[in-house]
């Protein structure tokens, strides 16, 4: 090769990557599968750098310590849009350019994605903290009752996925109470149910201790699990199931943004139109780090028999019924149920 | 004669300075300032500076958080006392029985459990004690029990990794002042009549209780500070103080109050320094 075809090819690299666009996304675990991220880059050309967090807090401190403008999407919990709209942190997203009309109706969540008439936010993915088990274990009918798991027919048999919020909110529903009108005083009338669920179970654990727990033998029950916990197993166990009991189960959902202060809206655009897009929907709701549903109902066509049965797709109209999202405490309430958390953890 | 002490002086200083500044820039500086916030108040979600002891007060009066402190310390005795009772007998076999050329590799295979990394430790610890594991599949093989053993996500598991890790790092401690010791101390002992028991007692003991005593409070310090092993081995039935730490920043974002229960726990490993300071000989570790 001579001197002149190198120069040439190096200009032509050079030329290609000025030219190539990338864009950051601060995203949870299921967006770093590059099965995902991999088919977008090659069709756009367009690069997503991720960095992975959890917890709203925790990416609300990283852009907070971050320039205007290092960041492009954002995926957030979708209880917490609000909060991102209130700190000024999203941009509004054209209407006309968004995947809505094809979303399970229930999950839209107008209310939590939009404000004043402007949307900020889509949802993405969703799924339940309910009850997950191992059917080999236990009998499946007997998971359709909440008050079974402090029967003593299980006891010493079930964990309890340590995160107050969905928990407390599955237990409020037990007791007749929405997620979203529970108060401190509501609260007080779950510490009963609480700790004798806390009695009845061997441990508490974060979502790998959950999973050794269920995966491992070690408990055959999860209060607080659901597809996302069991789905990544189901190959290797597909004795692990879940189910909504008859008294409800809490529903999370997560919403993908674009941020104000970026200056690639464009291409952050084009990311979320891919990632809501049936093709993008089922390669997220079947992400290495965890499962979930899609949001985009059209996803159906594209997702094989198989993963529609772990995601229990046929379902969805009853769960999507009978479940209620995340409790949204105000700072008292949510110091009252940690107290209370805390309560049950030292019991 | 003035100017050389001068110069003498001023060259100490020089080589004592970087020592200074980097404990005070990364202990004395952020130690100040977490007394600091652990007198302010979280409201809402705010932290509100001020002088306030509403923290330190609600970790004496609210049980669930006093209670970590005791179960903190319940565990750390327990594990320093059966780790010195394990290590004694483990370092003494070492430095008075193996032959002084075959010691470097006894010490290496007893120091083998420092290799692996901490978190990878207790996840290992957790397949050997869980249900259906490697402790409880044996003595169900042997017919020993009918039902398996719960002692994984239990206290005793956080124990079992603990003594597990602390039993290497005592034997280290001990073996470093068992191997200092003339034998002559023995000999001297026997030739006045002592048995092999009352010179282990009399002489050998008193003369190794540096070590013991170096160990075991460095054995109190790690342990009850240490936020892993409780964490993945006791399967959350009951919270250390540093677990309830780990809840106030990861969960509140109560600064405030992780701070107050940092300082606690630091006023406690204080008492338990004065308490062993007699016999503390750091450098001989």
Redesign the interface.
């Known amino acids: 090769m001579n001197r002149l075809t190198t120069t040439a090819l190096v200009s032509l690299a050079m030329m290609q990557a000025a030219s190539a666009e990338e864009i950051n996304a601060l995203v949870w675990c299921d967006h770093a599968d590059p099965a995902l991220i991999e088919p977008f880059t090659a069709a756009t050309g367009i690069t997503v750098n991720l960095k992975e967090y959890e ?1 709203t ?1 925790a990416g609300l401190a990283i852009l907070d310590q971050s320039q205007p403008g290092d960041w492009d999407v954002l995926v957030i919990d979708a209880v917490d849009v609000g909060r991102a709209v209130d700190l000024g942190l999203l941009a509004e997203l054209p209407a006309d350019k968004l995947r809505n009309a094809d979303f399970f109706p229930e999950v839209v969540m107008a209310d939590n994605n939009t404000r004043d008439g402007k949307i900020y936010a889509v949802t993405e993915k969703f799924g339940y903290n309910t009850i997950a088990f191992n059917k080999s274990a236990v009998d499946p009918a007997d998971m359709e009752d909440m008050a079974t798991l402090t029967s003593g027919k299980y006891d ?1 048999r079930i964990a309890i996925y ?1 995160y ?1 919020l969905p928990v407390l909110g599955e237990m409020s529903l037990a007791n007749g109470v929405n997620t979203a009108d529970m108060t401190p005083d509501t609260l007080a009338a779950l510490k009963e149910p609480l700790m004798a669920l806390r009695k009845a179970s ?4 974060d979502v790998v ?1 959950s999973q ?2 269920l995966a ?3 408990v055959d029950i999860l209060v607080g699990g659901g597809e996302w916990l069991t789905a990544v197993l189901h190959a290797e166990n597909p004795d692990l199931d879940w189910t909504i009991p008859k008294q409800g189960a809490v529903r999370w959902a997560q919403s993908l943004s674009v941020l104000e202060a970026s200056e690639k809206k464009d291409a952050a655009l084009q990311f979320v139109d891919y990632i809501t897009s049936p093709e993008g929907q089922a390669r997220l709701a079947t992400s290495s780090c965890y499962w979930g549903m899609p949001a985009n109902a059209k996803t159906g066509d594209v997702l094989t028999p198989e993963q529609k049965a772990v995601l229990r797709w046929d379902q969805q109209p009853a769960y999507l019924a009978k479940t209620q999202l995340y409790p949204v405490p ?3 309430l ?2 009252a149920m ?2 209370l958390w ?2 049950m ?2 019991n | 004669m003035a100017s050389i002490e001068a110069t003498e002086a001023r060259r100490a200083a020089a080589f004592v300075a970087p020592a200074l500044l980097w404990v005070l820039a990364f202990f004395i500086i952020p130690f100040a300032v977490m007394i600091g916030v652990s007198f302010a108040r979280l409201e809402g979600r705010t932290v509100v500076y001020g002088l306030s002891f509403d923290n330190y007060l609600r970790f004496f009066t609210e049980p669930s958080l006093f209670k970590g402190l005791t179960i903190s310390l319940e565990i750390t005795v327990v594990v320093t006392v059966i780790s010195v009772l394990l290590a004694y007998p483990l370092a003494w076999i070492i430095a008075m029985r193996v032959p002084a050329r075959y010691q470097r590799l006894a010490l290496m295979l007893a120091v083998l459990p420092f290799w692996t990394s901490y978190v990878v430790r207790s996840y290992a610890w957790l397949l050997v004690l869980g249900q259906n594991g490697v402790i409880n599949k044996a003595l169900l093989a042997l017919g020993a029990i009918a039902e398996p053993l719960e002692i994984a996500s239990t206290r005793s598991a956080t124990i079992i990794g603990f003594v597990h890790f602390f039993v290497m790092l005592l034997t280290l401690t001990i073996y470093s002042n068992l191997i200092q010791l003339s034998p002559n101390y023995a000999r001297a002992a026997a030739d006045l009549g002592a048995s092999a028991f009352a010179t282990f007692r009399h002489v050998i003991l008193p003369l190794t209780l540096p070590g013991v005593v170096t160990g075991a409070f460095l054995t109190f310090v790690l342990c009850i500070g240490d936020y892993i092993t409780p964490q993945i081995l006791g399967g959350n039935n009951e919270l250390t103080l540093p677990q309830l730490i780990m809840l106030q920043l990861g969960r509140r974002g109560d600064f405030p109050m992780a701070s107050a229960m940092s300082i606690i726990l630091m006023v406690v490993v204080t008492l338990a320094y004065f308490a062993s300071a007699r016999w503390l000989k750091l450098d001989r570790v």
Do not use: I, M, R
Not at chain 1, 202 to 205: A, E, I, Q
């Open positions: 917890g807090a010493g340590d107050y061997k441990s508490v654990g201790a050794t727990a491992t033998g070690e105000d700072a008292a949510d110091q940690q107290d805390t309560e953890l030292q």
